[in-house]
């Protein structure tokens, strides 16, 4: 119960903290403070989801996109819950602007064509995990999110089979 009460107090706080953020666009990079609470809002967004307040979640990561806009991870983190949520169209456009900003960020490759496949776009859902599969993208996925991948590949074999096309290598 005490967990539950200060995650509570921090979720309460953190609006207030990242209102502190302030970024200077002639600074490329935010500062250690601003990583730090900008990964605080990620986690808790997380938390509040895991315990079915979705809306809260979305709401912590929309408060931090507000304040730290070009934050690729915000993005793909408000595409994962959207696409959780089966908010197909919304996660599509989450996760597409996390692309504009960080191209070969396989988290966010990963919930696009998750949204695209559910909205029926199968062959470009295909072309997306092809994408993901390969390269730059690849090795992100690897490298921050493994888990996902023998899900991609499975999604991948599947689109494959409904459309003729051959699976990718990386199968």
């Not at 994408?131 to 390969?134: F, G």
């Given at each position: 119960m005490h967990a539950m009460t200060?995650?509570?107090s921090q979720s309460a706080t953190l609006p207030?903290?990242?209102q502190a953020i302030h970024t200077d666009s002639s600074e490329p990079t935010i500062s250690v403070e601003a990583a730090l609470l900008l990964a605080q809002a990620r986690n808790m967004a997380?938390?509040?989801a895991a315990q079915g307040r979705l809306g809260e979640g979305l709401n912590l990561l929309q408060i931090a996109l507000e304040h730290e806009p070009m934050a690729h991870d915000l993005l793909s983190d408000m595409a994962a819950l959207l696409l959780s949520a089966g908010e197909l169209a919304h996660a599509q456009a989450a996760a597409e602007r996390a692309l504009a900003?960080?191209?070969n960020h396989g988290a966010s490759l990963y919930s696009l064509a998750f949204a695209l496949s559910g909205q029926g776009q199968v062959l470009r859902a295909r072309e997306v995990l092809q994408?993901?599969?390969?390269g730059e993208a690849l090795q992100n996925l690897q490298k921050e999110s493994p888990d996902l991948l023998p899900v991609a590949?499975?999604?991948m074999k599947r689109l494959s089979a409904l459309t003729g096309g051959?699976?990718?290598a990386a199968d």
């Open positions: 200060q995650a509570k207030a903290q990242l997380f938390a509040e900003l960080q191209p994408r993901l599969l390969t590949q499975t999604e051959a699976a990718t």
